[in-house]
């Protein structure tokens, strides 16, 4: 007599059950009901991971499913470190084009409109810049 599992296949019973079985059946189970793997560390061992955890703004559970997955693990000061670097960006782009504005308006009054230009293609090369800064730390 063969009994029906997950997948379609059939297996008789009493026969050993294979690894697909377990993994499927795992899947559907809350993570918490599912066996823990343990790791013998020493306490300053368990203290780095610890700390690298907090840094990358994970629990020390999270910290060891995404190394031991070798997913990225960013730095919450990286995330942070984009952050800044975008309203900076936002800033500079603020900056032009009040200068902008200002060329527009008061046409050759306090600077020759080829210095005021100079400094708009500057702050657009910075935001380039910034721009690329914050895509690869993102990475």
Avoid: C
């Avoid at 693990?73 to 990286?78: A, F, K, P, Q």
């Amino acid at each position: 007599m063969a009994a029906a599992t997950k997948g379609n296949t059939k297996r008789k019973e009493g026969a050993p059950r294979m690894a697909d079985d377990d993994t499927n059946e795992q899947a559907d189970r809350p993570r918490r009901k599912v066996p823990p793997i343990k790791v013998w560390v020493t306490d300053a061992e368990k203290a780095e991971i610890a700390d690298r955890a907090a840094q990358a703004g994970l629990s020390l559970s999270a910290y060891m499913l995404a190394a031991g997955l070798n997913h990225p693990i960013r730095s919450v000061y990286d995330l942070k470190a984009v952050a800044d670097l975008g309203r900076v960006n936002g800033d500079l782009g603020r900056v032009a084009g009040l200068l902008k504005l200002w060329l527009a308006e008061k046409r050759g009054q306090g600077a020759r409109p080829i210095d005021v230009e100079r400094i708009m293609g500057d702050f657009r090369k910075m935001q380039t810049e910034l721009s690329g800064i914050m895509r690869a730390a993102l990475k």
